[in-house]
């Protein structure tokens, strides 16, 4: 079978993005004088703007010691800057009935405003503000210190959150992937306020960065402003990260022994790159098995069995690998019975096409979801942003949705083959179960 190529490269360009129904002059990308990359989309219709600044920084970047710093930085850029306070920071856009946050992931830190339209101004100022004048005072980083200790604890205390930190150690072991992105207790109770200037110096530069923007706004008005308050931001270039190491070919399993009133299980493997041709076809085979109520997964596992509440398929993609996983919570006793029945599944859908109807509820479910995600200003701001971010071009829904509507019913079952082999197959299990070898026994397709 063919594979399609869906990535069209716009690396270095200054073009116009064309959207659902061809050229759509209100999305525009521009580099500024100092080389920040800043790429938006103009939504008259709606009273908001919705802007980030993106920072190429997260935890692919770190080495062991300083694991956790770039989720560190993020918390401190919110402490105060020279020209406000950290409670200053927050009143000043929460005080016009704004929206204020900001986010780190494997291969990006993101800090997002969303305004009314007419305090657009403040919110380029708050955050130009946060990124060029970070105060990162020793009273703050011990602060700041403990809650980060707190907030790995309370995901340790969370099963069903842990578990996927665990899953991600089996698939990336001993590399940036598999760490956690907050870091560990000593590496974030290690990490002193030097390293956090250094790198704040190092990865906080123009060739580092893209600003992304939608709303309602007037693109040379956006542009000229965005010029003033970002313009001074110092230059430099794009930063490396490790690549993902190659995979284990052999089942692998992580069992967490511990008193809870259910077995959280991950159950899947390495999956396909943010880059890959077939990555839309591997995003219909998680919809279809898990994605949503009418899903494969929902309809064997909760509905007809009653054996988890909640179960979900994803396909999660960084740059250059990503993972399939296969997420639940359930009675411990029933643990052998969930998994027999999640890997027949599996192995139902590489060796069995699915039908024309299933495949094309599963398109519509995707695009249709896309679509209206893409009516809020938020998220079209973080779909323009991320993937400018990540991959030095942006993804037009008119590209998505002919990527997604090529798939076929052959292209689920070459890629199920691909993914789903007992080579493959990965499992991260916390709950009051010791007997590995039994469950090593169930690891089958």
Same mark, same amino acid.
């Given at each position: ?42 939504m ?5 703007v ?19 710093i ?29 929206s204020?946050? !900001? ?30 004048? =970070?105060?990162?005072k ?9 809650? %980060?200790?707190?907030e ?6 969370? =099963? ?10 089996l698939?990336?072991?001993d ?5 956690? %992105?907050?870091g ?10 030097k ?15 893209v ?9 040379e008005?956006?542009?000229?402003q %965005? ?15 490790l690549? +993902? ?5 052999? =089942? ?22 943010r880059?890959? =041709? ?57 643990t ?12 139902? %859908? ?6 024309? !109807?299933?495949?094309?509820? +599963? ?52 890629? +199920? ?12 299990l ?16």
């Amino acid at each position: 079978m063919i594979q399609y190529e869906c990535l069209t490269n716009y690396r270095n360009q200054d073009i116009l993005l064309r959207m659902i129904n061809g050229e759509n002059p209100n999305a525009f990308k521009s580099v500024l004088s100092n080389g920040l990359t800043v790429i938006g989309r103009q939504m008259p219709s709606l009273s908001s703007v919705a802007m980030g600044i993106w920072i190429g920084a997260g935890s692919r970047y770190e080495t062991a010691k300083i694991n956790g710093i770039s989720h560190f930085l993020e918390h401190l850029l919110f402490k105060g800057t020279k020209k406000r306070s950290g409670e200053q920071l927050k009143q000043a856009i929460e005080g016009v009935g704004g929206s204020f946050n !900001g986010f780190t992931s494997e291969e990006a830190t993101c800090y997002l405003v969303k305004v009314v339209n007419k305090h657009t101004s403040l919110g380029l100022d708050v955050l130009s503000d946060m990124v060029k004048n =970070p105060l990162l005072k020793e009273a703050d980083i011990e602060k700041e210190r403990r809650v %980060i200790i707190q907030e790995i604890k309370m995901y340790e205390d969370l =099963p069903s959150h842990y578990v996927h930190e665990l899953f991600g150690e089996l698939l990336w072991p001993d590399h940036p992937l598999g760490r956690n %992105i907050a870091g560990t207790l000593q590496s974030v109770s290690s990490i002193k306020r030097k390293a956090l200037l250094d790198y704040w110096e190092e990865y906080y530069q123009t060739g580092n960065s893209v600003f992304s923007i939608s709303g309602n706004f007037k693109k040379e008005t956006i542009l000229s402003q %965005i010029e003033g308050y970002f313009g001074k931001i110092k230059k430099g270039k794009r930063k490396k990260f490790l690549p +993902a190491k190659r995979k284990i070919n052999h =089942p692998q399993i992580k069992l967490n022994f511990k008193e809870t009133e259910q077995a959280h299980l991950c159950l899947g493997g390495i999956g396909l790159s943010r880059n890959h =041709p077939d990555r839309y076809t591997l995003e219909l085979l998680s919809t279809i098995l898990g994605g949503n109520m009418s899903s494969r997964l929902f309809r064997e596992v909760r509905e007809k069995r009653s054996l988890a509440y909640a179960i979900r398929a994803e396909s999660h993609q960084q740059h250059d690998t990503g993972a399939f996983v296969v997420s639940a919570g359930v009675a411990p006793e029933r643990t052998k019975e969930a998994l027999r029945v999640i890997l027949k599944e599996l192995k139902k %859908i590489k060796e069995k096409n699915v039908s024309p !109807g299933e495949l094309k509820r +599963a398109k519509d479910f995707l695009l249709g979801q896309l679509t209206l995600s893409l009516e809020d200003s938020s998220s079209y701001m973080l779909w323009l942003g991320s993937q400018q971010i990540t991959e030095g071009r942006t993804e037009t829904f008119k590209e998505v949705k002919d990527c997604i509507n090529r798939v076929e019913e052959q292209d689920l079952k070459r890629i +199920a083959s691909l993914i789903f082999q007992n080579s493959n197959l990965k499992l991260a299990l916390i709950g009051p179960l010791k007997n590995k070898e039994e469950l090593f026994s169930f690891l089958k397709l």
